[in-house]
């Protein structure tokens, strides 16, 4: 990609070093760090950027927690898993169902327990004594009322605290059902410094207990996972249509529309693909040393990204009839987008756009609005680390500190029976002078022009400076920030649930989203934020009832 | 179906609940706090508390929703969260100036002890809180009660740590309200002013929570009761708790520490529970019934008798919080409905829920509350005895599809509508806003259900 510079009218040195004088010196130096210029420098060097470091206190973040990350974000959209969330009712309810993480299962009677939130609703008396017992009998009552293959426990704050082994309760209750896979996610709140802990923790526990577990595969020639793919809106949906018009089985999808079965089965595919880097690139990672899966990234929001995405995975296999059908797919969907594209974006060239979401959101979509001519001047992850923004080749230079070091790094080795390198590393040295580029991600800067703004961890006052100096005409973060940004007249779009729309991956998706962004840039609502006579308070005539 | 798994057959649960009935304190107390003018609600404990909190009030009322938190990390869980309360204060105050920061705990910060008190003190005492503002504490374990305890224990840090009897009677009520919208706190207001009565109001989150849109964005928005009235609150002439679960521990603390006569109402939704807060206003302060709430009263009163059609001897299951459930109940036998199912989450205390609304509802209703009388058991009640109208909050709607029941919605939280922050349900002109969705809903259904020759022009 070409290095494009954007001149923002009052510079990001100059935002930057304003922003930190309201902070108090220790918080000033640190939000310096994480708040940078964009630059680049032979193709892909980018400044070094703060990221994935704790949140200070008493600052109004958009962040979560880790048993989000864990229980809400990984583990959450797959629907024949019975999740048990063990602590008081709070977590167990705020994750019930609000990430929209849609599902479709296979029949009338199919499992699906999406629907349902269950929890130990722990009280004074288990905290003092223990919860242990309550879990137990909880999982004996789940057993009996549900039947389910699997069930995942997931740890809330004060289980940590008081010591409940959640693991040991589901071991024991392994024993008492065999033919049930139960295990137990240490993802308690305080771990790590935001929802990205807890990625982590699911994705060791995933890869460790259910990965593996079955050996036979789903038929078809091209098969392939998708990881980070959670279904919000349908997106998952989307994505599988496309593949199955390409030829390709979608063996797995870590873990929008997923079951039980085909993550336990997912070693058995041939090509995994990552979407959201940070929440899966761990067990990418895992199930290639473990099982010999290559991985690559992709990005199917916005439709030339996917359109590349899905010529890449074509040219993985290298099949010349699956080459041919990919295109042949490609060229009738961008067709129909292209009628919208050209509609749209007219009335929407030249804005701009800021975005604080996510892990790799705050990236995916900055395609999606370039592709309609909106360009994003400021953009931010919520919880990623200096991987997401720089890419992955700084890896062997993020310092671990204490707040990472607490999450488990599992050591893998290859599979003794099942490790099978699905290309050798000759192929893979060819496929990389042919343009390819395996176990890794580019990151988010070196796609964003020069000159614009990139801020870890962004918050709600730093949002409020970003409106006060460029005056963006779209805000793109998450339903605590929508309604401050909209007060203000400017319409928000929110990228985590996409304000109940959706789907915005793949070509359709595109299209909902172009005309989305249209809504939002030219519905004539926004426009009455300020009264007439607020715009003209001078007063001509003399009738009045005060006078 | 939605809700495949829901077997008709019940089964005693000990341990596990399954779609809950209630949420924890903290929302509860995060929620009141925002009735507090120029405050900043602080959560003290892992930042995911908070998001939530924050997340499931902004859905609900489609508005800011501002607060803050200690963002505990596990080192401050194992050695105490006293730092970054600290630090917490520094930032806020430097940064988003409030007058006042209303610390709730939650479990982390309560099961390791953290000293609210004490830290308060030495955030004093190091100068961490600037002249003249002030930091308030509740203690909200969210293992103990529910939302609704959060609610109340915040409302009572409020008379705790304001409230002054200076021995001179302001000739003011005190009102404070139960956990329930800012459209009832203004209506509650109206009906209190239109009876020429001076008093006080706390929590109030009317004006906070649904602000208009002007181009403005302000993080304390105009609503709110001012410090000053709830200190003042302490020489009022009486005080009423309206409604009782989420509010009588702040009365009755408002009793003890500051002398206040105290008295107690049920919420006044519906023309029975409307009547006896009105009178109850009357008698203790010594007011006429004006013409404007007679005109109100009367007009719910027609539409009531004139529509009674529609609403009498339909069954009517309800899912809520306890203080709402109560007053609703009664709402529905004075529109004639009959009431099968009552559950709630939230523990009912002192409130003797189930003998009370058998008392309105006569012996058969089914009324469950507390530990493991969740949704699921509410669907399981519903499966088995089938209502024409289910009253209750959005998660409702997944029992309501997949039996093709209507749903009203009441409570908390309500994610897939919007109104509820805007127009009443209480009083008599939230009755008949409350009146005609039911009328509509029945009116509906009948519309759609009826055979095409008994399709009906005039209704």
């Given at each position: 990609m070409?290095?494009?510079?954007y ?5 990001g040195?100059q935002?930057r ?6 902070y108090s ?7 310096k760090r994480?708040?940078?210029?964009n630059?680049i420098?032979n193709g892909?060097?980018?400044?070094e950027?703060?990221?994935n470091?704790?949140t200070?206190?008493?600052i109004?973040s958009?962040r979560?927690?880790?048993y ?10 797959t629907?024949?898993?019975l999740q048990?969330?063990h602590?008081?009712i709070?977590c ?12 479709r299962?296979?029949s009338?009677d199919a499992e699906?327990?999406?629907?349902y939130a269950?929890s130990?609703d ?9 919860g242990e ?9 789940a ?10 426990i997931?740890?809330?704050c004060?289980?940590?605290?008081i010591?409940d082994?959640v ?7 392994e024993e ?5 896979n139960?295990?137990?996610?240490s993802?308690?709140g305080y771990k790590g ?10 994705n060791?526990?995933v ?7 079955i050996?036979k595969?789903k038929?078809g020639?091209?098969r ?18 496309i593949a199955?018009a390409c030829?390709?089985t ?5 873990s929008?529309?997923s ?6 089965s ?7 693909v990552v979407?959201?880097?940070?929440s899966i690139n761990y067990?990418a ?17 916005g439709?030339e ?14 099949d010349p009839e699956?080459?041919e059908?990919t295109e042949?797919?490609?060229e009738t969907?961008?067709?129909i987008?292209?009628?919208v594209?050209d509609?749209?974006?007219?009335r929407c060239?030249?804005?701009?756009a800021i ?7 705050a990236?995916?979509?900055?395609d ?8 994003t001047?400021?953009a931010g992850?919520?919880?990623?680390h200096r ?12 310092v671990?500190d ?6 488990e790094?599992l ?6 029976t099942r ?5 050798s590393?000759e192929?893979k ?10 176990s890794?991600?580019r990151?988010m800067m ?5 000159g614009?703004l990139v ?9 409020e400076?970003l409106?006060?100096?460029y005056h963006?005409?779209?805000?793109c973060a998450g339903?605590k920030?929508k309604?401050?940004?909209q007060?203000q007249g400017?319409p928000m779009k929110q990228l985590?649930?996409?304000d109940?729309?959706?789907p915005f991956?793949?070509f359709k998706?595109?299209v909902?989203f172009?005309r989305e962004?249209d809504?939002?840039?030219n519905c004539?609502?926004?426009k009455?934020?300020k ?5 003209s308070?001078e007063?001509?005539?003399t ?5 | 179906?939605?809700l495949r798994h ?5 089964s005693?649960?000990?341990a596990?609940t399954?779609?809950?009935a209630?949420?924890c304190q903290?929302?509860g ?5 925002l009735?507090?003018h120029?405050c900043l ?8 508390c908070?998001?939530y909190?924050?997340s499931?009030?902004t859905?609900h ?5 501002m ?18 309360l600290l630090e917490?204060?520094t930032?806020?105050?430097t940064l988003y100036?409030?007058d006042?920061?209303?610390v709730?705990?939650?479990c982390?910060s309560e099961v ?5 008190v ?13 002249d003249?503002?002030?930091v ?8 103990t009660g ?5 609610y109340?224990?915040m409302t009572?840090a ?13 000739g003011?009520?005190?009102l404070?309200?139960s956990?329930?919208e800012p ?5 509650i ?9 001076k008093y006080?109001?706390y929590?109030?989150?009317s004006d906070v929570v649904n602000?208009?849109?002007d ?7 105009k609503?709110?009761c001012?410090k000053e009235?709830?200190?003042a609150?302490g020489?009022?002439?009486a005080a009423i708790a ?6 009588m521990?702040?009365?009755?603390l408002?009793d ?7 008295n107690?109402v049920?919420?006044?939704i519906?023309i ?5 807060f009105?009178?109850?206003?009357r008698?203790i302060?010594?007011a006429?019934v004006p013409e ?10 027609d539409i009531l008798?004139?529509m009674?059609q529609?609403?009498?001897?339909k ?7 306890p ?6 109940v009664q709402?529905?036998?004075d529109a004639?409905?009959e ?6 989450g939230t523990?009912p ?7 009370r ?6 012996e058969?209703v089914i009324?469950?509350a507390g530990?493991q009388?969740d949704m ?12 024409d ?10 029992i ?5 029941i209507?749903?009203?919605?009441i409570g908390?939280p309500?994610?897939d509508?919007i ?11 939230g009755?008949i806003?409350?009146l005609?969705?039911i009328?509509?809903?029945f ?6 259900d ?7 022009l005039?209704?």
């Amino acid at each position: 990609m070409e290095t494009e510079l954007y001149q923002l009218p009052i510079s990001g040195e100059q935002f930057r070093d304003d922003v930190v004088e309201s902070y108090s010196p220790k918080l000033a130096k640190k939000r310096k760090r994480q708040i940078v210029v964009n630059k680049i420098e032979n193709g892909d060097t980018v400044p070094e950027i703060m990221a994935n470091t704790r949140t200070a206190p008493g600052i109004i973040s958009m962040r979560g927690c880790a048993y989000a990350g864990c229980k809400g974000v990984v583990l959450g959209p797959t629907r024949d898993i019975l999740q048990i969330t063990h602590g008081p009712i709070g977590c167990g309810f705020y994750s019930w169902l609000t990430r929209r993480n849609k599902t479709r299962p296979t029949s009338p009677d199919a499992e699906n327990y999406m629907n349902y939130a269950m929890s130990t609703d722990l009280q004074e008396d288990e905290i003092v004594f223990g919860g242990e017992k309550k879990l137990m009998a909880a999982i004996d009552e789940a057993v009996a009322l549900f039947h389910p293959r699997a069930i995942g426990i997931f740890a809330t704050c004060p289980v940590g605290l008081i010591g409940d082994d959640v693991h040991a309760v589901a071991r024991a209750a392994e024993e008492k059902y065999p033919g049930i896979n139960i295990f137990g996610f240490s993802c308690e709140g305080y771990k790590g410094v935001s929802q990205s802990a807890g990625h982590h923790i699911a994705n060791n526990k995933v890869f460790t207990d259910v990965v593996g577990q079955i050996d036979k595969s789903k038929e078809g020639k091209f098969r392939l996972n998708i990881l980070g793919e959670y279904n919000i809106g349908g997106d998952a949906f989307e994505i599988e249509r496309i593949a199955e018009a390409c030829g390709l089985t979608l063996h797995s999808t870590f873990s929008g529309n997923s079951i039980y079965d085909e993550f336990a089965s997912s070693h058995t595919a041939d090509l995994n693909v990552v979407m959201c880097h940070r929440s899966i690139n761990y067990l990418a990672e895992m199930m290639e040393s473990k099982y010999g899966i290559p991985w690559f990234k992709v990005n199917l929001v916005g439709a030339e990204t996917t359109a590349k995405s899905f010529r890449k995975i074509a040219k993985f296999f290298n099949d010349p009839e699956l080459i041919e059908r990919t295109e042949k797919v490609i060229e009738t969907e961008l067709a129909i987008v292209q009628k919208v594209r050209d509609e749209i974006k007219p009335r929407c060239e030249g804005k701009t756009a800021i975005i604080f979401v996510g892990g790799s959101r705050a990236h995916h979509y900055q395609d999606l609005l370039r592709e309609i001519g909106v360009v994003t001047i400021a953009a931010g992850y919520e919880f990623a680390h200096r991987d997401d923004y720089e890419g992955r080749k700084v890896l062997p230079n993020i310092v671990v500190d204490a707040d990472s070091r607490n999450i488990e790094e599992l050591t893998v080795t290859p599979d003794e029976t099942r490790y099978n390198p699905r290309i050798s590393e000759e192929q893979k040295i060819e496929r990389e002078a042919d343009g390819f580029t395996f176990s890794d991600y580019r990151g988010m800067m070196p796609e964003m022009p020069i000159g614009t703004l990139v801020i870890d961890d962004c918050n709600q006052f730093e949002i409020e400076k970003l409106i006060e100096y460029y005056h963006p005409d779209l805000v793109c973060a998450g339903i605590k920030e929508k309604y401050i940004v909209q007060k203000q007249g400017i319409p928000m779009k929110q990228l985590h649930s996409y304000d109940y729309m959706g789907p915005f991956a793949g070509f359709k998706g595109a299209v909902n989203f172009y005309r989305e962004i249209d809504r939002l840039l030219n519905c004539n609502a926004f426009k009455f934020a300020k009264a007439p006579w607020d715009e003209s308070p001078e007063l001509t005539a003399t009738y009045g009832y005060n006078s | 179906m939605l809700l495949r798994h829901t077997p008709t057959v019940f089964s005693e649960r000990k341990a596990l609940t399954v779609n809950p009935a209630k949420t924890c304190q903290p929302i509860g107390a995060m929620y009141a706090a925002l009735g507090i003018h120029n405050c900043l609600p602080h959560s003290h404990g892992s930042q995911g508390c908070c998001a939530y909190h924050r997340s499931s009030l902004t859905r609900h009322y489609n508005d800011p929703i501002m607060a803050s938190t200690s963002s505990f990390s596990e080192g401050s869980s194992v050695f105490g969260g006293q730092a970054n309360l600290l630090e917490a204060f520094t930032n806020i105050f430097t940064l988003y100036n409030p007058d006042i920061i209303a610390v709730n705990t939650t479990c982390l910060s309560e099961v390791i002890g953290d000293d609210l008190v004490q830290i308060i003190k030495k955030a004093y005492e190091e100068k961490k809180i600037p002249d003249g503002k002030i930091v308030i504490h509740a203690n909200t374990p969210s293992f103990t009660g529910s939302h609704i305890t959060g609610y109340a224990n915040m409302t009572t840090a409020m008379v705790k740590y304001f409230a002054k009897n200076t021995g001179k009677r302001n000739g003011k009520i005190t009102l404070i309200p139960s956990f329930i919208e800012p459209s009832d706190m203004s209506e509650i207001k109206y009906i209190v002013t239109e009876m020429g009565i001076k008093y006080i109001m706390y929590p109030d989150t009317s004006d906070v929570v649904n602000s208009p849109m002007d181009g403005h964005f302000r993080m304390y928005p105009k609503g709110g009761c001012p410090k000053e009235n709830i200190i003042a609150s302490g020489d009022s002439e009486a005080a009423i708790a309206v409604g009782r679960l989420g509010t009588m521990l702040a009365t009755g603390l408002l009793d003890t520490q500051c002398k206040v006569p105290v008295n107690a109402v049920d919420l006044p939704i519906g023309i029975t529970a409307t009547d006896k807060f009105v009178d109850m206003l009357r008698k203790i302060a010594g007011a006429a019934v004006p013409e404007s709430l007679r005109k109100d009263r009367g007009q719910l009163v027609d539409i009531l008798c004139d529509m009674s059609q529609y609403t009498y001897g339909k069954k009517v299951s309800l899912i809520g919080d306890p203080d709402i459930l109560l007053s609703m109940v009664q709402f529905c036998r004075d529109a004639g409905m009959e009431v099968l199912h009552v559950l709630t989450g939230t523990p009912p205390g002192k409130l003797k829920l189930e003998e009370r609304i058998k008392e309105i509802c006569g012996e058969n209703v089914i009324v469950k509350a507390g530990l493991q009388c969740d949704m699921f058991m509410f669907h399981q009640l519903v499966q088995n005895n089938r209502p024409d109208l289910i009253m209750g909050n959005t998660y409702c709607k997944y029992i309501c599809r997949d039996m093709d029941i209507p749903l009203l919605r009441i409570g908390f939280p309500i994610y897939d509508r919007i109104g509820q922050s805007y127009v009443p349900i209480m009083g008599y002109r939230g009755g008949i806003h409350l009146l005609l969705k039911i009328l509509s809903i029945f009116m509906d259904r009948q519309d759609r259900d009826a055979e095409e020759e008994n399709v009906e022009l005039i209704m």
